[in-house]
């Protein structure tokens, strides 16, 4: 079990072989479906982001709200594939590190391979069980999008699988 | 009195408001935090006999998921679905409406409350602009008459990692069975990952193209339940075809892509065969109840 720490150092990212298993510990951006559409929109109109992307990493989740004295819900991972399309726009601007679930398009591996990045997977369908490694979060922006608002959040031994390398290869054989 | 009008004398078993409330709400809960024994029987199975060293590791968060979910109380997922309601209403009941108009409105009631209560996530958008109505209503309400004098009703939390794989497939009707397996096959296939497998199987056969769609989901229903003995085979063929393709836990290969699959058919018109698939991630989350 591998333990890397975000933000991700680009000398890390390139020691990451696809099948690996990861345990992923500091600051990561939960962002969804809504939240990208935005961000790709503020990229394209060179609007200034509500965090700056570089080296950073983005877990594309949309928490269960935290009850009261608890930091987050449940939190697992979405479908990958919906984000796709905005995806190599954000890698562009300095995006290093995603986490989710499933495929990604042929862009998204070259652009992966382009800027030096990499794609975790994690455990779908087990937003419980992965909630136990966030140690923090909160909303810092769209927060009227409810569960497709941005998150920042600290996690820690946060575990997860390298799906893309940084040399385009990928665990999904089929 | 005149034997004819007899038929109209018989007494209706009032139901009341908050009876249909006080159950779906309760079975929303039940259902967004823990599985059914059967299901959870199927995974810890699943679990004990996988041999793939991913598809093991992620049954292994599977399970762990399920207990942490059910001892501190948070959502199995945090995709906490669209509600699918199924009614079935007995033909001798009828709802004393006070405060709610309908029965979407009363659902949608107990639907707000859990989703509220529970802290479940607030899923439903409007279309075509897309706002979060913030409560996670409407619920999807499918009613149908059934002889008797109770109600009958499934939930089902309906998450669309899954739900966006659902395909439907107008078939010619001199269809072979063994076509239809290979489309059940080609949906699992292309659906990947995404779903959360091992998937659950819903399929519906038959009646026409939005009736095919509505048994699928509805045979989503039947899983662990009550078997059709004409079906039996063709479920089986499915699933142990299903589990060839070698897609396995979280699409991380290994044997189990399929825990269960159910069929249920309607009568069609000779001039076609509508076959439409439903699939549940593993975290098949139902729960039924009888007003």
Redesign the interface.
């Known amino acids: 079990m591998k333990k890397i720490i975000t933000p991700l150092e680009q000398k890390i990212i390139n020691e990451l072989v696809a099948?690996e298993?990861v345990e992923i510990s500091g600051l990561i951006y939960g962002a969804r479906d809504?939240a990208h559409k935005i961000l790709f929109e503020m990229l394209k109109s060179k609007k200034n982001l509500p965090f700056d992307l570089r080296n950073q990493t983005i877990y594309y989740?949309?928490?269960?709200?935290?009850?009261p004295g608890k930091i987050i819900?449940?939190?697992?991972p979405?479908?990958s594939?919906r984000m796709d399309r905005y995806t190599p726009d954000l890698l562009r601007a300095g995006l290093k590190g995603m986490i989710g679930?499933?495929?990604r398009s042929d862009d998204v591996r070259k652009a992966i391979v382009k800027y030096g990045a990499v794609y975790f997977?994690t455990?779908?369908?087990?937003?419980?069980?992965?909630?136990?490694f966030v140690k923090k979060s909160e909303a810092i922006a769209f927060c009227e999008?409810?569960?497709?608002a941005i998150y920042r959040m600290v996690v820690e031994n946060f575990?997860a699988?390298v799906g893309i390398d940084s040399k385009g290869r990928g665990?999904?054989?089929? | 009195m005149k034997l004819c009008d007899t038929i109209w004398q018989i007494e209706m078993r009032m139901i009341k408001e908050r009876e249909i409330i006080e159950k779906v709400y309760l079975a929303i809960e039940k259902a967004s935090f823990s599985l059914e024994p059967h299901i959870r029987k199927l995974i810890y199975d699943a679990r004990r006999m996988e041999k793939s060293i991913?598809g093991k590791?992620?049954l292994n968060?599977?399970v762990?998921?399920i207990k942490?979910?059910e001892e501190?109380k948070?959502?199995?997922?945090?995709?906490?679905g669209m509600v699918v309601l199924f009614f079935e209403i007995g033909s001798g009941t009828k709802i004393e409406f006070e405060r709610f108009k309908s029965l979407q409105e009363l659902v949608d009631f107990a639907v707000k409350s859990a989703y509220t209560d529970f802290?479940?996530?607030?899923?439903v958008v409007s279309v075509p602009d897309?706002k979060?109505t913030?409560d996670n209503t409407p619920s999807i309400l499918w009613c149908e008459s059934i002889p008797g004098d109770s109600i009958r009703f499934s939930v089902l939390i309906k998450?669309f990692?899954s739900e966006?794989t659902s395909r439907l497939k107008m078939f010619l009707p001199s269809t072979e069975p063994d076509e239809i397996v290979e489309f059940v096959a080609d949906c699992v296939?292309k659906a990947?990952?995404?779903p959360?497998p091992p998937v659950f199987i819903g399929i519906g056969m038959g009646g026409t193209a939005e009736k095919a769609m509505y048994l699928s989901k509805k045979a989503l229903v039947d899983i662990g339940r009550k078997k059709r003995f004409d079906m039996a085979y063709l479920e089986k063929k499915i699933i142990s075809r299903l589990n060839q393709?070698?897609?396995g836990p979280?699409?991380?290969?290994g044997t189990f892509t399929c825990l269960d699959a159910r069929i249920r058919t309607f009568p069609t018109h000779i001039a076609g065969f509508p076959v439409a698939v439903s699939i549940s991630?593993?975290?098949h989350r139902m729960h039924q109840g009888i007003i």
């Open positions: 099948g298993f809504a989740v949309g928490p269960t709200p935290a009850p819900g449940s939190c697992g979405t479908t594939s679930k499933g495929i997977i455990y779908g369908g087990c937003g419980a069980y992965l909630s136990q999008l409810g569960p497709e575990p699988i665990i999904y054989s089929f | 991913y590791e992620v968060a599977i762990e998921n942490i979910a501190k948070i959502p199995l997922c945090q995709d906490t802290y479940l996530r607030k899923s897309r979060n913030m998450g990692g966006n296939k990947g990952a995404n959360c393709l070698g897609i979280g699409g991380l290969g991630c593993w975290a």
